[in-house]
């Protein structure tokens, strides 16, 4: 290398110097944490440089990464899933993120039907004749748990409904007129309004945790994300995107 190119090198290197030390962490989270983890993370990449890459989008494809060891550092899935991921986790990790309760969604401005506790929930399902949800077969937990929830004696004769793609987006569109699943996603969509949760005894609700994968590339860098999300100052941006403190 001449000497005119090695100057130029570090004059260029002077000038940028954090190009030479930009990091990043890919995050495998579904999208009914994504609202909020989002905002969280652009409020790190701003405090840190750090960039942080989302992937996965669903509890199915997020299942698959992790036993494939595919390239990786923080994941974000349902409590139950942690005992099957344990060997693939950096020990000690281990983060708890909040509970997601579900909820009915309708078109913006449309009906907010009374549903606060089970009996009025039933008889509005039934009236509704048909509950729309995300479906299970594209790898959708909660769709998967409205679905199984329909199946229940009490709900003979409503039409199940499984819609692509999140479900307050579907129901924007006009897919169907109420929809059923992770009031998280419900929040995100662009017109839609979420009715209200469904009642405690129906017993539909998802706890979600977060670990650094053992196969991260910057294993500092992605415990020092989930301790930046999961700080006591988080806790307002998770409960404004629908999460709750797990009980």
């Known amino acids: ?115 606060s506790s089970k009996a009025k929930f039933v008889a509005f399902v039934k009236q509704a004749g048909v509950l729309a949800y995300a479906d299970p077969k594209v790898g959708s937990l909660t769709g998967g748990m409205v679905e199984e929830m329909l199946k229940r004696p009490e709900f003979t004769g409503v039409e199940s409904r499984p819609i692509k793609g999140m479900i307050g987006d579907a129901i924007a569109r006009g897919d169907a007129e109420y929809g059923g699943g992770a009031i998280t996603e419900e929040m995100m969509a662009k017109g839609a309004e979420v009715v209200g949760p469904f009642p405690d005894d129906l017993g539909l609700h998802v706890d979600m945790a977060a670990a650094v994968l053992n196969v991260s590339a910057a294993p500092t860098d992605a415990e020092a994300f989930l301790q930046y999300v999961t700080r006591p100052e988080a806790a307002a941006v998770w409960k404004a995107g629908g999460i709750v403190e797990t009980p």
């Open 1 to 115: 290398m001449g000497k005119a190119v090695r100057t130029l090198c570090l004059a260029f290197a002077a000038l940028f110097p954090l190009a030479a030390h930009a990091a990043g962490i890919t995050v495998y989270s579904p999208g009914i944490v994504n609202g909020p983890l989002r905002q969280l993370a652009a409020d790190w990449t701003a405090a840190t440089g750090n960039a942080v890459t989302f992937a996965g989008n669903n509890v199915g494809r997020i299942r698959t990464a992790v036993s494939s060891d595919a390239p990786g550092d923080v994941v974000v899935a349902p409590v139950g899933d942690f005992t099957a991921f344990a060997p693939k986790l950096k020990p000690g990790s281990e983060r708890p993120m909040g509970r997601i309760l579900f909820g009915v969604v309708v078109k913006a401005g449309g009906p907010h039907p009374d549903i």
